[in-house]
């Protein structure tokens, strides 16, 4: 029997064969407590497990509640010896009801936590504050706006309405969940709001493609005399990424520096990013070179920025630095470099790419990667290789990369194809015109009236009409 989580005397009390009041000692409920604490693996807590149940101290809530934190919420623990734990608990208290949601909400399947709460209250027991911000962590990662707003009747039923955590949480989940005009309803309803209650929604606006309002709320903030920290100028950086305010976050950034505040991974990814997407790539590769540590994140922002912008055979360098260290690339990623080689037309070397995605990297590639690949074919005239490749996809081609395909058969004078290219899209756009005037541009460079005349009256027939032209002039008052 293996003792490896207790301390080197109890090896030596063990071979002088006097450890009895050494063990007995260990048995009492804070020594026990105090080592499921100190735990570093399973295996270890398992041992205590043991030594609880054979001195009957598996049935103290405090000592139960110890194993529970640990596999409940440790990287090293298990969720299904926790429940297997808690339901093996008499009459388990609140704290040990929030640990197991808690570890439920962060799980694959966070729709247990749900199941657990549900279960909780049929035995009426109470929540607290923070029973809730657990349970809408759950609701965010189903994505599930409806149990977001049941949850928000129990935050009123339950008196935690003034609760500042509870409804910063709240709000959270409306964001994560999409729905924006509850959160911002929320917002606007609040006596009192903290730094947390305007980053999360700052940041959800930011999340949710609403850039522009994520600004105005942040200059709002600015207004009622609160300081931001990192995390508010994460989202506010993104925001600008997204709206093109290039002067914006440099002068957030100047703030960032005269406040000395510390430019973790998080914070300096988002500031590459703002520099990348605003085309200032070299102000972004300087970021990039000097960031002590970055992540996967930020290796995607300065890749992708280089292939927006022109760079390709540097981000297909800085791709090769990334394969060589201990970052592993993901979807995104793939992205960025096979837009870099679209951009530089390097075929055979985003085809080696592409196959390499899922037997090299373990990434499966996803009707992105797809389009890349048909983009950067179709470019190249390989216009029947690019057909073959959307027909071994495993789901139906959308009509973006249809497009795309349609766009290389039109530069390269492929009417069979555009032809079928045209019916696919028919079927999933009955009403796009615009399939149909490609096609019949292709129709007329050829010289074949009668299909273009064809073309024009099905097109009256099904009462398409192609969009007129227009612009938009700034002009001086």
């Known amino acids: ?264 991974v998080i914070l300096g990814t988002a500031l590459v990013h703002m520099y990348a997407k605003n085309g200032a790539v070299m102000k972004a590769k300087t970021l990039f070179d000097k960031m002590p540590q970055r992540n996967t994140a930020t290796w995607n922002v300065m890749i992708c920025g280089l292939a927006g912008h022109g760079h390709a055979q540097e981000a297909l360098t800085l791709f090769q630095e990334l394969d060589k260290g201990q970052i592993t690339p993901n979807d995104i990623t793939f992205v960025g470099v096979l837009s870099a080689c679209c951009h530089a037309g390097l075929i055979d070397v985003g085809r080696e790419i592409f196959n390499s995605m899922e037997r090299f990297y373990g990434v499966k590639p996803k009707i992105e990667h797809y389009g890349c690949m048909v983009d950067l074919l179709g470019r190249g005239g390989k216009v029947a290789e690019a057909e073959e490749l959307i027909n071994e996809m495993t789901w139906k081609a959308d009509v973006v990369i249809l497009g795309a395909l349609l766009a290389a058969c039109k530069n390269h004078g492929n009417i069979e194809v555009a032809e079928r290219v045209v019916r696919d899209i028919q079927a999933l756009e009955p009403d796009n015109h615009g399939a149909y005037v490609v096609l019949a541009g292709m129709y007329a460079e050829a010289g074949r009236w009668e299909d273009v005349r064809g073309l024009r009256t099905t097109m009256r027939r099904a009462k398409l009409k192609k969009t007129p032209g227009w612009s938009m002039a700034d002009v001086d008052n």
Not at 56 to 71: E, G, N, T
Not at 81 to 103: E, V
Not at 141 to 162: D, M, P, R, Y
Not at 210 to 226: P, Q, T, Y
Request: one cysteine or more; aromatic letters at 10%; glycine letters at 6%.
């Open 1 to 264: 029997m293996a003792f490896k989580i207790f301390p080197p005397s109890f090896r030596e009390l063990s071979a002088q064969r006097t450890y009895q009041p050494f063990l007995d000692s260990l048995c009492q409920t804070p020594s026990l407590s105090l080592l499921a604490d100190k735990c570093t693996s399973l295996s270890q807590l398992k041992q205590i497990h043991a030594r609880m149940i054979i001195f009957s101290r598996i049935h103290d809530h405090f000592a139960a509640s110890r194993l529970l934190s640990f596999c409940a919420l440790s990287e090293t623990g298990d969720l299904h010896y926790a429940t297997k734990l808690f339901n093996n608990t008499q009459n388990p208290n609140l704290f040990m009801w929030n640990t197991l949601i808690r570890g439920h909400a962060n799980s694959q399947i966070p729709e247990r936590a749900v199941f657990l709460y549900v279960q909780m209250r049929k035995l009426g027991v109470v929540p607290n504050n923070h029973t809730l911000p657990f349970l809408l962590k759950a609701c965010s990662n189903c994505g599930c706006s409806e149990s977001c707003k049941q949850v928000h009747t129990h935050v009123f039923k339950f008196g935690l309405v003034l609760e500042l955590h509870v409804v910063n949480a709240l709000m959270r989940g409306y964001c994560v969940s999409t729905d924006l005009e509850g959160a911002r309803q929320l917002f606007d309803e609040m006596q009192e709001r903290n730094l947390i209650t305007w980053t999360t929604m700052i940041s959800g606006y930011v999340q949710n493609f609403c850039a522009d309002e994520g600004l105005v709320l942040f200059n709002k903030m600015i207004l009622e005399d609160f300081e931001p920290n990192g995390a508010t100028f994460a989202s506010v950086l993104s925001a600008c990424a997204d709206s093109g305010c290039l002067e914006l976050g440099e002068r957030i950034h100047g703030f960032i520096k005269a406040k000395k505040i510390e430019i973790g």
